[in-house]
């Protein structure tokens, strides 16, 4: 088991990687407060995220100044769902991890 920052992760990194509902996603930063390996950050959407939303996720994006979390280092996710459990908004959730 590896641990980062006082927590205990069970998991391999490079199995999984955690996946971001844009139409979800607020940008309140808890995923990236409990990520003990830094797999997250906030940014400013690209177009084609921002394109890619529903109406009512265009107008969530926009009241959140169009920022919104973002996978950074996928490889490093060691599954340990901290970020899924802190999420108030259900946005993360965690897929088998492709290099494609």
């Known amino acids: 088991?590896?641990?980062?920052?006082?927590?205990?992760?069970?998991?391999?990194?490079?199995?999984?990687?955690?996946?971001?509902?844009?139409?979800?996603?607020?940008?309140?930063?808890?995923?990236?407060?409990?990520?003990?390996?830094?797999?997250?950050?906030?940014?400013?959407?690209?177009p084609s995220d921002r394109d890619a939303l529903s109406w009512r996720g265009r107008i969530k994006a926009w009241a959140h100044g169009n920022r919104q979390a973002y996978v950074i280092r996928p490889a490093d996710c060691h599954a340990c769902q901290l970020c899924i459990k802190a999420c108030p908004e259900d946005a993360i959730r965690l897929v088998p991890y492709s290099t494609d």
Do not use: H, S
Not at 13 to 40: H, L, S, Y
């Open 1 to 46: 088991m590896e641990e980062q920052r006082g927590v205990e992760c069970p998991g391999v990194p490079g199995r999984v990687a955690p996946e971001i509902d844009r139409n979800r996603c607020e940008a309140k930063a808890t995923c990236i407060e409990v990520c003990p390996f830094d797999v997250f950050e906030i940014r400013t959407l690209v």
